[in-house]
Every structure is written in C-alpha cells, then in structure tokens.
C-alpha cells in the first residue's frame, strides 16, 4: 500500500511541478523526466513496448518529437 502512495505522490509531484516564481526550471524536470526514461531503456522488455505504446497521448508524443527535433538540431549546429 504505502508502495502505491509513492507511486501516486512521484506521479503527482511530477504532473504539477512548478517553481515558484519564473523562471520555470525545465531543466531540472527534464533531468527527473531523461531519469525515468533511463530506467525504462534499462529495464525494459519488448512486449512493454507494445502493452504501454499506447499510454502516450498525441500531445506527449508530438511534444516527444518537438524535444528529439530539438537535440537533432542543436547537434547539428554543434558539428556545423
């Protein structure tokens, strides 16, 4: 039970994360964010690619693309 409260309270934190007065620190959620996108690139299996695909909404995705688009860029320019 207490396992599921964490869960619910990290998820939480995560969704309403705000600093409290600007700047927002994207840095620092996308530092949370590349974490747990570290953990599923470690742990996962195939088949969770094809049971939780779907979880991501089109906005998440299309923000996905807009974040990768972004590195693909700054690279770019970086090798430029």
């Avoid at 620092?28 to 690139?41: P, S, T, Y």
Wanted: with cysteine.
């Amino acid at each position: 039970m207490s396992t599921n409260f964490q869960y619910d309270g990290v998820k939480n934190y995560l969704k309403t994360y705000s600093t409290a007065e600007p700047p927002y620190d994207f840095n620092a959620l996308l530092h949370l964010v590349l974490a747990g996108i570290e953990n599923l690139r470690t742990n996962a299996i195939e088949q969770d690619f094809v049971d939780y695909a779907c979880a991501i909404t089109d906005d998440q995705a299309a923000f996905l693309r807009r974040l990768l688009d972004s590195r693909s860029e700054s690279i770019s320019k970086l090798e430029d």
